[in-house]
């Protein structure tokens, strides 16, 4: 089955979902969903890894066309910067059904 959709889900500490949603519009979202989150990983983990665990954190859902994915992913990788180890994590589920989506508008010139 090929999907039409994605749904792109972003976790990130407090304060970061401007900045998924920025970079994540450079490459046609046209929108978001954050919800406040709080993460559970304790002290054991920030030893394990060597990282400063922020324990506020918010989830951004994204729905995508699924040609539109892997440039969300790859910017929200480099932009918000999830190549640093604690930042945050993105992953993509597919969507087979979606209602309440208008038709993007043409762009204007």
């Given at each position: 089955m090929k999907y039409k959709?994605?749904?792109?889900?972003?976790?990130?500490?407090?304060?970061?979902?401007?900045?998924?949603?920025?970079?994540?519009?450079?490459?046609?979202?046209?929108?978001?969903t954050v919800i406040n989150a709080r993460g559970t990983a304790g002290?054991?983990?920030?030893?394990?890894?060597?990282?400063?665990?922020?324990?506020?954190?918010?989830?951004?859902?994204?729905l995508v066309p699924t040609e539109c994915k892997d440039d969300i992913l790859h910017a929200l990788y480099k932009e918000v910067g999830l190549d640093s180890p604690g930042q945050g994590i993105a992953f993509s589920l597919p969507v087979d059904s979606v209602v309440g989506i208008a038709p993007a508008e043409p762009q204007k010139k």
């Open positions: 959709h994605e749904a792109i889900f972003c976790i990130v500490n407090s304060g970061y979902s401007e900045a998924v949603m920025e970079a994540a519009k450079k490459f046609g979202a046209r929108g978001g002290k054991d983990a920030e030893k394990f890894f060597n990282i400063t665990v922020e324990p506020e954190k918010e989830i951004v859902m994204i």
